[in-house]
């Protein structure tokens, strides 16, 4: 099993507070990326990191930010969350571009 | 951008019955997965295909990759309750990140 964690794993919070929610993966990977998905819906790749101090915005546009300080941390913050944020939030990595992705268990946030 | 197109959206079968997913891109891909999400969890990696014209089986499941490698298949056969949730296929041309296609949502009924 893969060693990618991701906490809360259940978030409610009201519209316009700061949130972040942690990422973190034991295998060294060099490759770590979050998606947006609705229950059993589409994947929305919306930041991905290379590698420590790089990060790349994905297809959709959440307001939101990433960093990656450390390789085994990619922390995304959402500045201002709304209602239109609700959803679940997968972090995953992988061990090179083609490699196959570990997904962590989910973070699933509900704006009020 | 580059975008993987996946079909059927939903799939409804009767148990025994078999399934089908297919996946194109009209861009040739260096590489195709497949992953398989259970309702409730995340999407979690079944299998890799990169040779032009490759044929990958795990059990009752059966995976293709297009000569062209444009396209991909993964069929199930005699469908199982626990076949039950959303299949992903992914991929990407070489230099190019891989996305995920939209998914099939496979229901079983016993």
């Known amino acids: 099993e893969a060693d990618i964690y991701q906490t809360p794993r259940y978030l409610v919070i009201g519209t316009g507070k700061k949130i972040t929610l942690e990422c973190s993966q034991t295998?060294?990977?060099?490759?770590m990326y979050w998606y947006q998905q609705d229950p059993g819906m589409e994947l929305h790749l919306i930041h991905y990191?290379?590698?420590?101090?790089?990060?790349e915005k994905g297809d959709l546009s959440s307001e939101s930010t990433v960093s990656r300080i450390r390789t085994e941390h990619f922390p995304l913050t959402l500045e201002s969350a709304r209602p239109s944020h609700t959803s679940q939030y997968l972090c995953?990595?992988?061990?090179?571009?083609?490699?196959?992705?570990?997904f962590g268990n989910g973070t699933r946030l509900t704006v009020t | 951008g580059q975008q993987v197109m996946q079909i059927p959206q939903y799939q409804h079968v009767q148990e025994g019955e078999d399934f089908t997913t297919y996946c194109n891109s009209s861009?040739?891909?260096?590489?195709i997965q497949w992953y398989k999400q259970r309702p409730g969890g995340h999407p979690v990696f079944l299998i890799q295909?990169?040779?032009?014209?490759e044929v990958k089986k795990q059990k009752r499941l059966t995976f293709q990759f297009g000569e062209a490698k444009k396209n991909s298949s993964l069929h199930i056969t005699a469908t199982q309750t626990t076949d039950v949730g959303t299949y992903f296929c992914?991929?990407?041309?070489?230099?190019?990140?891989?996305?995920f296609g939209a998914g099939t949502r496979l229901t079983v009924k016993p």
């Open positions: 995953a990595s992988s061990d090179g571009d083609r490699a196959p992705l570990h």
């Open positions: 295998m060294g990977h060099d490759k």
């Open positions: 990191s290379y590698g420590v101090n790089s990060t």
């Open positions: 861009t040739t891909l260096s590489n």
């Open positions: 295909l990169v040779k032009s014209g």
């Open positions: 992914a991929g990407g041309p070489l230099n190019n990140d891989m996305r």
